[in-house]
Nanobody
Framework: QVQLVESGGGLVQPGGSLRLSCAASGSIFRINNMGWFRQAPGKQRESVAFITGSGVTNYADSVKGRFIISRDDANTVTLQMNSLKPEDTAVYYC??????????????WGQGIQVTVSS
């Protein structure tokens, strides 16, 4: 079992920045992709960004040019969010895909962290 702990959310004014971090621990064999989803009230959960074990990144069109995802180390991912908009308000969920030789790829989720963009 892999545990994910998120930090860094909060309230910010439009145009501001926030930095989310997510650290994985537990029964880690090899974490491949790590990334972030978000869910706004009344909306479906959507992918925000992910980064592979080799550093390839992918972003939702709505955040391209504003958000930057990075791996601080093999088990930690950071999402730098700049030029935030009210529509970025959501609960953000970190995930990690842990590969092990017995179960293959296994996705784990963090508990979610609130990001609110409002004046």
């Amino acid at each position: 079992q892999v545990q994910l702990v998120e930090s860094g959310g909060g309230l910010v004014q439009p145009g501001g920045s926030l930095r989310l971090s997510c650290a994985a621990s537990g029964s880690i064999f090899r974490i491949n992709n790590m990334g972030w989803f978000r869910q706004a009230p009344g909306k479906q959960r959507e992918s925000v960004a992910f980064i592979t074990g080799s550093g390839v990144t992918n972003y939702a069109d709505s955040v391209k040019g504003r958000f930057i995802i990075s791996r601080d180390d093999a088990n930690t991912v950071t999402l730098q969010m700049n030029s935030l908009k009210p529509e970025d308000t959501a609960v953000y969920y970190c995930y990690a895909i842990n590969w092990n030789p017995d179960r293959g790829d296994d996705r784990s989720w963090g508990q979610g962290i609130q990001v609110t963009v409002s004046s």
